[in-house]
């Protein structure tokens, strides 16, 4: 099961009211992969984190399926992303005391305890899937790749109908992004997912459906 997105009119401001993204009409099918690239600053994060009803100051209609999430209240929103969402930050944002199975299955934490046991057991099927060792009991000393891994797993441990992933290769090196890449691209095409991917790995982009440049706010 996937998702279609269509965004119309999406406008999202700076609290002194400075316009960061205009997008005047966007439509992405239900399971497509979409590659958004362009230069630093471009508002390429801003636009995956608004496409997850994470901005404030956002205005316009950012609909998947039938959802136009911007209509959401802020726990309407949160509760949508958690249960059709898996978003892959630029930062992982891990947990340094959590283990790596741990900030795998963080989702735990809001899921009632009949459905625990199985999100654990995807979490723990995907990071060995991506080839993350197993044995640490934080993620402190673990390398960049590995970390962007389990971020990776994280993000399709609850089996979403998105991802949304912000430079998910970024800083690795050619053979690590390529691995990540197969990692990612092969769990969301095998079910269908609709994938909308930040980057600047242009062999990854290569591997989209489509890729889309943003400059300035603006989709070219
Ligand atoms: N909350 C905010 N308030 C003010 N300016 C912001 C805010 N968030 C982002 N910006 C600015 O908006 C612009 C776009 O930022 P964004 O992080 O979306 O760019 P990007 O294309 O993802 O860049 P990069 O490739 O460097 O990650 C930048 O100039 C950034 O400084």
Not at 28 to 43: F, K, L, M, N, Y
Not at 123 to 145: E, I, N, Q, R
């Amino acid at each position: 099961m996937s998702l279609a997105l269509e965004v119309t009119d999406l406008s999202v401001r700076t609290a002194r009211h400075k316009a960061l993204l205009e997008v005047g009409n966007l439509k992405i099918d239900a399971g497509a992969a979409v590659g958004i690239r362009g230069p630093s600053g471009a508002g390429k994060s801003t636009l995956l984190s608004a496409l997850a009803g994470l901005t404030d100051r956002t205005s316009g209609t950012i609909r998947w399926g039938d959802t136009d999430i911007l209509s959401l209240s802020r726990a309407g929103r949160s509760d949508f992303r958690a249960s059709t969402i898996g978003f892959v930050f630029q930062d992982h944002r891990l947990f340094e005391e959590l283990s790596p199975l741990q900030n795998a299955s963080l989702s735990l934490m809001y899921a009632p305890k009949s459905e625990r046991r199985p999100v654990l057991a995807r979490a723990g099927a995907l990071l060995s899937t991506f080839g993350v060792p197993s044995d640490h009991a934080t993620v402190a000393p673990m390398s960049g790749g590995e970390r962007q891994r389990i971020a990776v797993a994280r993000a399709l441990t609850q089996d979403p109908q998105i991802i949304l992933a912000d430079e998910p290769t970024a800083n690795l090196d050619r053979v690590t992004a390529q691995t990540l890449g197969n990692d990612l691209l092969g769990s969301v095409r095998n079910a269908g997912k609709t994938l909308v991917l930040v980057s600047h790995d242009d062999a990854l982009l290569a591997r989209m459906d489509t890729i889309l440049t943003l400059e300035h706010g603006r989709l070219l």
